[in-house]
């Protein structure tokens, strides 16, 4: 399939070859799509610019979604790079601090919070103001992000990333409002636990993943090709009437009550 010949794709989020955001780009690129990277942080550069390269990306440029100036020169750059034209964004990208995601929610202190809900869920806004002139140029654009579970219902220890995700489930809803009539959509994929970078280092990750198996429909696990095949759907043509959902990538786990 080439659904995406011709089409320019940003992607923000890779950390390595595990990532969610990898996983769709490499998709994305298996269909056609021309594509550019932002990476967080030294440490990781090495291995984006490989990842980056090995799919032919024009364009690999750090970013820290805090930072109006780093997005600023980033959109900058991919317009210099695309001729003012961006299709589609994957946004891929949370964090809490380590301490955060154990203990009680009860305990966040407020500097924290907003720690999370501004690289979890703000970024997306700013992200998609961004790309909004470089979508309208292209004649409409697409943009998806990676949600969880835990920003509908209380998932032990998910805590202050649950309220980011919320935040996050909500902003994708009024931005599919306020970009749709430009014919952007926005749209989120919600999976279920994969063993990423930022998913390993999580006390108790390996008992949820057992007890997500026992309760999923499916009665398996997903993994990040799965997740990729269904963010290349909400960004291909496929999809031009779908905007401001959520697609579960979960084996079935959020239709069950126990
Ligand atoms: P990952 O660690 O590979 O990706 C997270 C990315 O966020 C990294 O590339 C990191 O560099 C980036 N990031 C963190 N702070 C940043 C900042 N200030 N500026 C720019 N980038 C920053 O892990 P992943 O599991 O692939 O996570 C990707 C997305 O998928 C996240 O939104 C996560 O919440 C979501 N998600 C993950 C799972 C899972 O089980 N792994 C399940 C559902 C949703
Ligand atoms: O969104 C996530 C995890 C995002 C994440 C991970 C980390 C680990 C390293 C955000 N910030 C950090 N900060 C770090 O320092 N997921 C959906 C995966 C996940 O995380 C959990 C989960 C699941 C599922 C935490 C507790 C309970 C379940």
């Known amino acids: ?33 021309e594509l550019a990277f932002t990476f967080q942080g030294e440490r990781i550069e090495g291995n984006v610019r490989e990842l980056a390269s090995s799919v032919g990306s024009p364009l690999v440029t750090p970013c820290d979604v805090r930072a109006d100036e780093d997005l600023e020169r ?13 299709d589609l964004l994957v946004h891929s990208v949370a964090f809490a601090a380590a301490e955060d995601l ?10 924290r919070f907003w720690l999370a809900v501004d690289i979890s869920a703000y970024s997306l806004v700013a992200a998609a103001r961004a790309a909004e002139p470089l979508m309208a140029a292209a004649g409409g654009g697409s943009i998806v992000t990676m949600t969880y579970l835990g920003g509908e219902r209380a998932v032990p220890h998910y805590n202050v990333m649950g309220v980011a995700k919320a935040t996050l489930d909500a902003s994708v809803k009024y931005l599919a409002w306020d970009l749709g009539e430009r014919d952007i959509r926005v749209n989120a994929v919600s999976a279920g636990p994969v063993r990423t970078l930022a998913a390993r280092s999580i006390a108790g990750f390996t008992e949820m993943e057992s007890m997500f198996v026992e309760r999923a429909p499916l009665r398996r696990h997903i993994d990040a090709d799965d ?3 269904a963010a290349a759907y909400l960004l291909s043509d496929d999809a031009k009437n779908v905007t401001g959902t959520t697609l579960y990538v979960d084996a079935g786990y959020h239709a069950m009550g126990m």
């Open 1 to 33: 399939m080439s659904r995406f010949a011709g089409k320019r794709a940003l992607v923000m989020g890779v950390a390595n070859k595990r990532s969610i955001a990898w996983a769709i780009a490499r998709r994305l690129a298996d269909e056609g799509a």
């Open 74 to 86: 980033v959109f900058g750059e991919v317009a210099e790079a695309w001729d003012g034209r961006l």
């Open 102 to 111: 154990e203990g009680r929610f009860t305990d966040t202190p407020r500097d």
């Open 227 to 229: 997740v990729g095949a």
